[in-house]
C-alpha cells in the first residue's frame, strides 16, 4: 500500500532518514517506535505530504487511501461551534457529501416530475447517499457521542461550547475526530499523551474493532503490545521492519543487535587491514595494482549501521531508602474546595502504609492530581487532615516540572535553588547518581531531553532525601527505555510511593494498592490494577443483573380493563421453565469458574505465605529467649517489624479473597 524507496531527509545539519526503504501493507498494524527525536513524525509527515523527500519517493500503490491523522495541533472552530457540533465535521469527504445531498433535494422541488433533470438529480442523489452509508455518514454522531463518552465526556459537556474546554480536553475531541472518520489508514502520534487510564482502556477497545491499516507511533507499551502486529524501530537515520509485534521486535532487536555488533567488528577489522597495507605499500610500484584493487573495496563497502543499545535512558539511581514508622500518611475526613463552594471532593480517609505503593486513578478532571498535592504537602486541605508519619520526608514529582523550571538555570543551581544548604560538591555528587556526569552538572535546564529532565526532577527531590514518593505522570516524557529503567527502580523502592500515570504497564508493575477517585467519591482496593479491573467488572455485571431482574419479574402490562391473573405456584409451572433456569444458573456458574479459580489461587498462596511468616515469626521470637547465641536484637526486631506489617497486608488480602470467593459459590 505505502512503500519508501530510498527516502532521505534533513532538517538543517541534521540528517534524520538516509536511503530509507520499507513497506507497509495494506491492514497492517504498525507500531512505530525509537528515541524521541529519531524522526518517528517524519515518516507520518512524509506519508501525507506535508513534507517532500530530498530524495527517494513516498509511493501510493493503486488507488491512494483516505488518511486519518492525530495531529498535535487542532483545527480551527467558530465561536458558535460546541463540542458536538466541532467533532461532528470527523470527515471532510461525509462533509462535501452532506452539501451536495443538501443542495440536490432543495433543487429537485424546482423540476418537473417526470423531466430529464429530475431523474439525473435522483440517480445522483441515490450514488451520494449511497457513498453517504458506506462511510458511516447515518451513523456518525452515535459513533461521536459514544466516542465522546469513551473519553470522559459527560452528555452535558455536548451542547457546550468547545473553546471553553482546555487544551488536553480540546486534544481528547481531536482524537474522536480521527477515530470516528473511518479513514482507510489511520495514523495517530502519541495519542495517550491527554488521557487518564480509563480513556486509554476505552481507546484499545476502540482500536481493536479499526479495520483499516493502522499507524500507531507510541512510547505505551500496552497499547503497542495490544494493538501491533507489526514494529518498526526508527533510531540513526535508518528505519527496521520486524514483522511481528512488540514483543517480538524486543527479542529480536537484540539478537540483531548482536549480529550488527559482530558483522561491523569483521568490516572494522577488515577496513583496518586494508587501510594498513595500502598506507604501507602506497608508494611501491610493485604492489600498485593490489593497493589500487584495496582501495575500490574500501569505497565500495556498505558502512554497517549500529543502532544504539536498548538501554538508552540514562541512568536512574534512587537512593537508599531511610527509615520511618510504620505508617507513612493518614488521611482524614479530608476535603478540598477552590471557592468554598464547589467540592473536588470530601469525607476522603485512607492510610498509606511504609513500603506500600500506591496509584491513583480516574478520569482527568475528577481531583488525582488536587489530591496527590495535598498527599505531598503542597497544599493543604479545605477540611479534614493529612498527616505524615514519623520520620517520612515526601518528594514530589509535579506532571508540569519540565516546564516550570528555568531553562537559563544550570543543573548545579537547580538543586542548590531547592535547599541552600546543599553545597555544589554535593549537588555534583547527586547528579551523577542521576547519570550527570562531569561537566554535565553546569548544563543549562533549557537543553535537556525529555528524559533527562525526568532524571533531574527525581535528583531535585532526592536532594532531601524523601522516603514518601508522590508521582504525577512521571512517564510523560520518557520514552520506552526510560519507562523501563524508571519502572525497574520503583518496583525496587522500599519507600511509599503515590502514583498518577495513564501508563497501564506502568500502573500494573509499581502498584499494590489502587485508590479511585470518580464521580461516587474516593475508593481503596486492595491488591493491584488487574484486581481492581476485576473487580470492577463483577461490580459492572452484578449491576446488569440487578437492572434486569425487575423487568423479567414484573408481569406483562394489561389493558386496565382486564383481570390480572394470579401467578400459579411453584409447583404448577411448566416443567419446561424449571429445565431453563437449571440450563441458566449452570450456565451462570460456568462463567463463574474461572473467577472462583482465580479467587481459590489467591486464597491458597495467601494461606501459604501467612504459614511461612509465622513460623518465622515463631523461630525470630525463640531466638530472642537464646542467650547462648548473642542474637542480633536490633536486626531480629527490624524483621519481626517486617514481618507484622507484611501479615496485616496478606491477611486483608486473604479476607477480601476469601470473603469474594464464599459470596461466588454461595449464588
Given at each position: 500500500m505505502i512503500s519508501f524507496n530510498d527516502v532521505s531527509i534533513h532538517f538543517g545539519t541534521q540528517d534524520v532518514l538516509s536511503n530509507v526503504s520499507f513497506k507497509i501493507n495494506p491492514r497492517e498494524r504498525c507500531g512505530i517506535v525509537g528515541p524521541n527525536g529519531a524522526g518517528k513524525s517524519t515518516i507520518f509527515n512524509l506519508i501525507t505530504r506535508e513534507i517532500s523527500p530530498e530524495s527517494g519517493a513516498v509511493v501510493f500503490e493503486?488507488?491512494?487511501?483516505?488518511?486519518?491523522?492525530?495531529?498535535?495541533?487542532?483545527?480551527?472552530?467558530?465561536?458558535?461551534?460546541?463540542?458536538?457540533?466541532?467533532?461532528?465535521?470527523?470527515?471532510?469527504?461525509?462533509?462535501?457529501?452532506?452539501?451536495?445531498?443538501?443542495?440536490?433535494?432543495?433543487?429537485?422541488?424546482?423540476?418537473?416530475?417526470?423531466?430529464?433533470?429530475?431523474?439525473?438529480?435522483?440517480?445522483?442523489?441515490?450514488?451520494?447517499q449511497t457513498q453517504y452509508e458506506h462511510l458511516g455518514g447515518y451513523d456518525l454522531e452515535v459513533r461521536v457521542k459514544e466516542a465522546l463518552g469513551g473519553l470522559g465526556f459527560h452528555t452535558r459537556d455536548f451542547e457546550r461550547p468547545f473553546g471553553e474546554f482546555s487544551g488536553g480536553w480540546k486534544m481528547r475531541a481531536e482524537l474522536v475526530r480521527t477515530l470516528v472518520a473511518k479513514p482507510d489508514v489511520l495514523m495517530l502520534d502519541e495519542p495517550s499523551n491527554y488521557l487518564d487510564l480509563p480513556a486509554v482502556e476505552w481507546m484499545q477497545r476502540f482500536l481493536r474493532e479499526f479495520e483499516g491499516t493502522l499507524l500507531l507511533i507510541s512510547h505505551d507499551r500496552y497499547l503497542l503490545r495490544t494493538l501491533t502486529n507489526v514494529t518498526l524501530e526508527v533510531d540513526g537515520q535508518t528505519?527496521?521492519?520486524?514483522?511481528?509485534?512488540?514483543?517480538?521486535?524486543?527479542?529480536?532487536?537484540?539478537?540483531?543487535?548482536?549480529?550488527?555488533?559482530?558483522?561491523?567488528?569483521?568490516?572494522?577489522?577488515?577496513?583496518?587491514?586494508?587501510?594498513?597495507?595500502?598506507?604501507?605499500?602506497?608508494?611501491?610500484?610493485?604492489?600498485?595494482?593490489?593497493?589500487?584493487?584495496?582501495?575500490?573495496?574500501?569505497e565500495k563497502m556498505e558502512t554497517i549501521v549500529v543502532p544504539r543499545q536498548a538501554s538508552t535512558a540514562g541512568r536512574i539511581r534512587l537512593p537508599a531508602f531511610h527509615h520511618c514508622g510504620t505508617t507513612a500518611l493518614s488521611v482524614r475526613d479530608a476535603g478540598f474546595s477552590y471557592n468554598g463552594a464547589d467540592w473536588i471532593f470530601r469525607n476522603v480517609s485512607f492510610e498509606i502504609a511504609r513500603g506500600e505503593h500506591v496509584a491513583l486513578v480516574g478520569f482527568n478532571g475528577m481531583g488525582k492530581t488536587t489530591l496527590s498535592r495535598l498527599v505531598a504537602g503542597v497544599r493543604p486541605p479545605t477540611e479534614g487532615e493529612v498527616l505524615l508519619g514519623h520520620k517520612v520526608v515526601p518528594g514530589y514529582v509535579s506532571q508540569d516540572f519540565a516546564e516550570t523550571i528555568p531553562p537559563e538555570r544550570a543543573l548545579v543551581n537547580v538543586l542548590k535553588h531547592e535547599?541552600?544548604?546543599?553545597?555544589?560538591?554535593?549537588?555534583?555528587?547527586?547528579?551523577?547518581s542521576f547519570g550527570f556526569t562531569g561537566d554535565d552538572a553546569f548544563k543549562t535546564a533549557g537543553v535537556l531531553s525529555g528524559g533527562e529532565k525526568i532524571r533531574l526532577a527525581f535528583a531535585r527531590i532526592f536532594a532531601a532525601n524523601p522516603n514518601f514518593l508522590v508521582l504525577d505522570e512521571p512517564t510523560t516524557h520518557l520514552d520506552i527505555n526510560g519507562r523501563r529503567a524508571l519502572e525497574e527502580e520503583l518496583v525496587a523502592y522500599e519507600g511509599s510511593i503515590v502514583l498518577v500515570s495513564h501508563d497501564v504497564e506502568f500502573v500494573k508493575a509499581i502498584a499494590q494498592t489502587i485508590i479511585e477517585v470518580s464521580d461516587a467519591g474516593v475508593r481503596r482496593f486492595v491488591g493491584g490494577y488487574a484486581d481492581y479491573r476485576e473487580r470492577l467488572d463483577r461490580e459492572a455485571s452484578a449491576a446488569r443483573r440487578q437492572a434486569s431482574a425487575p423487568a423479567a419479574s414484573e408481569p406483562a402490562p394489561t389493558p386496565e380493563s382486564a383481570p390480572v391473573e394470579s401467578a400459579a405456584p411453584p409447583s404448577a409451572q411448566p416443567s419446561g421453565n424449571k429445565k431453563e433456569q437449571r440450563r441458566q444458573r449452570a450456565a451462570e456458574r460456568e462463567q463463574r469458574l474461572p473467577l472462583m479459580r482465580s479467587l481459590s489461587r489467591r486464597v491458597a498462596a495467601a494461606e501459604a505465605r501467612i504459614a511461612q511468616l509465622e513460623a518465622e515469626q515463631n523461630v525470630l521470637v525463640a531466638s530472642l529467649s537464646d542467650t547462648e547465641a548473642k542474637p542480633d536484637f536490633e536486626g531480629v526486631n527490624r524483621r519481626l517489624g517486617q514481618i507484622q506489617s507484611e501479615l496485616a497486608t496478606v491477611n486483608t488480602l486473604w479476607e477480601q479473597a476469601a470473603s469474594e470467593l464464599a459470596f461466588l459459590e454461595a449464588e
Amino acid at each position: 500500500m505505502i512503500s519508501f524507496n530510498d527516502v532521505s531527509i534533513h532538517f538543517g545539519t541534521q540528517d534524520v532518514l538516509s536511503n530509507v526503504s520499507f513497506k507497509i501493507n495494506p491492514r497492517e498494524r504498525c507500531g512505530i517506535v525509537g528515541p524521541n527525536g529519531a524522526g518517528k513524525s517524519t515518516i507520518f509527515n512524509l506519508i501525507t505530504r506535508e513534507i517532500s523527500p530530498e530524495s527517494g519517493a513516498v509511493v501510493f500503490e493503486g488507488a491512494r487511501p483516505t488518511l486519518g491523522h492525530l495531529h498535535q495541533q487542532l483545527d480551527r472552530w467558530d465561536e458558535s461551534d460546541t463540542l458536538l457540533s466541532y467533532t461532528l465535521r470527523a470527515s471532510k469527504d461525509i462533509r462535501a457529501l452532506e452539501v451536495e445531498i443538501h443542495a440536490i433535494e432543495r433543487g429537485i422541488h424546482g423540476l418537473e416530475v417526470d423531466s430529464r433533470e429530475r431523474v439525473q438529480a435522483l440517480d445522483r442523489l441515490g450514488d451520494l447517499q449511497t457513498q453517504y452509508e458506506h462511510l458511516g455518514g447515518y451513523d456518525l454522531e452515535v459513533r461521536v457521542k459514544e466516542a465522546l463518552g469513551g473519553l470522559g465526556f459527560h452528555t452535558r459537556d455536548f451542547e457546550r461550547p468547545f473553546g471553553e474546554f482546555s487544551g488536553g480536553w480540546k486534544m481528547r475531541a481531536e482524537l474522536v475526530r480521527t477515530l470516528v472518520a473511518k479513514p482507510d489508514v489511520l495514523m495517530l502520534d502519541e495519542p495517550s499523551n491527554y488521557l487518564d487510564l480509563p480513556a486509554v482502556e476505552w481507546m484499545q477497545r476502540f482500536l481493536r474493532e479499526f479495520e483499516g491499516t493502522l499507524l500507531l507511533i507510541s512510547h505505551d507499551r500496552y497499547l503497542l503490545r495490544t494493538l501491533t502486529n507489526v514494529t518498526l524501530e526508527v533510531d540513526g537515520q535508518t528505519v527496521t521492519r520486524y514483522n511481528g509485534g512488540f514483543d517480538y521486535y524486543l527479542r529480536e532487536r537484540v539478537q540483531r543487535y548482536e549480529s550488527l555488533v559482530a558483522a561491523k567488528r569483521n568490516q572494522d577489522r577488515l577496513r583496518d587491514q586494508m587501510q594498513r597495507f595500502i598506507d604501507t605499500f602506497r608508494y611501491t610500484p610493485s604492489k600498485a595494482p593490489q593497493v589500487q584493487s584495496r582501495v575500490k573495496q574500501i569505497e565500495k563497502m556498505e558502512t554497517i549501521v549500529v543502532p544504539r543499545q536498548a538501554s538508552t535512558a540514562g541512568r536512574i539511581r534512587l537512593p537508599a531508602f531511610h527509615h520511618c514508622g510504620t505508617t507513612a500518611l493518614s488521611v482524614r475526613d479530608a476535603g478540598f474546595s477552590y471557592n468554598g463552594a464547589d467540592w473536588i471532593f470530601r469525607n476522603v480517609s485512607f492510610e498509606i502504609a511504609r513500603g506500600e505503593h500506591v496509584a491513583l486513578v480516574g478520569f482527568n478532571g475528577m481531583g488525582k492530581t488536587t489530591l496527590s498535592r495535598l498527599v505531598a504537602g503542597v497544599r493543604p486541605p479545605t477540611e479534614g487532615e493529612v498527616l505524615l508519619g514519623h520520620k517520612v520526608v515526601p518528594g514530589y514529582v509535579s506532571q508540569d516540572f519540565a516546564e516550570t523550571i528555568p531553562p537559563e538555570r544550570a543543573l548545579v543551581n537547580v538543586l542548590k535553588h531547592e535547599d541552600a544548604r546543599i553545597t555544589e560538591a554535593h549537588a555534583r555528587t547527586l547528579l551523577g547518581s542521576f547519570g550527570f556526569t562531569g561537566d554535565d552538572a553546569f548544563k543549562t535546564a533549557g537543553v535537556l531531553s525529555g528524559g533527562e529532565k525526568i532524571r533531574l526532577a527525581f535528583a531535585r527531590i532526592f536532594a532531601a532525601n524523601p522516603n514518601f514518593l508522590v508521582l504525577d505522570e512521571p512517564t510523560t516524557h520518557l520514552d520506552i527505555n526510560g519507562r523501563r529503567a524508571l519502572e525497574e527502580e520503583l518496583v525496587a523502592y522500599e519507600g511509599s510511593i503515590v502514583l498518577v500515570s495513564h501508563d497501564v504497564e506502568f500502573v500494573k508493575a509499581i502498584a499494590q494498592t489502587i485508590i479511585e477517585v470518580s464521580d461516587a467519591g474516593v475508593r481503596r482496593f486492595v491488591g493491584g490494577y488487574a484486581d481492581y479491573r476485576e473487580r470492577l467488572d463483577r461490580e459492572a455485571s452484578a449491576a446488569r443483573r440487578q437492572a434486569s431482574a425487575p423487568a423479567a419479574s414484573e408481569p406483562a402490562p394489561t389493558p386496565e380493563s382486564a383481570p390480572v391473573e394470579s401467578a400459579a405456584p411453584p409447583s404448577a409451572q411448566p416443567s419446561g421453565n424449571k429445565k431453563e433456569q437449571r440450563r441458566q444458573r449452570a450456565a451462570e456458574r460456568e462463567q463463574r469458574l474461572p473467577l472462583m479459580r482465580s479467587l481459590s489461587r489467591r486464597v491458597a498462596a495467601a494461606e501459604a505465605r501467612i504459614a511461612q511468616l509465622e513460623a518465622e515469626q515463631n523461630v525470630l521470637v525463640a531466638s530472642l529467649s537464646d542467650t547462648e547465641a548473642k542474637p542480633d536484637f536490633e536486626g531480629v526486631n527490624r524483621r519481626l517489624g517486617q514481618i507484622q506489617s507484611e501479615l496485616a497486608t496478606v491477611n486483608t488480602l486473604w479476607e477480601q479473597a476469601a470473603s469474594e470467593l464464599a459470596f461466588l459459590e454461595a449464588e
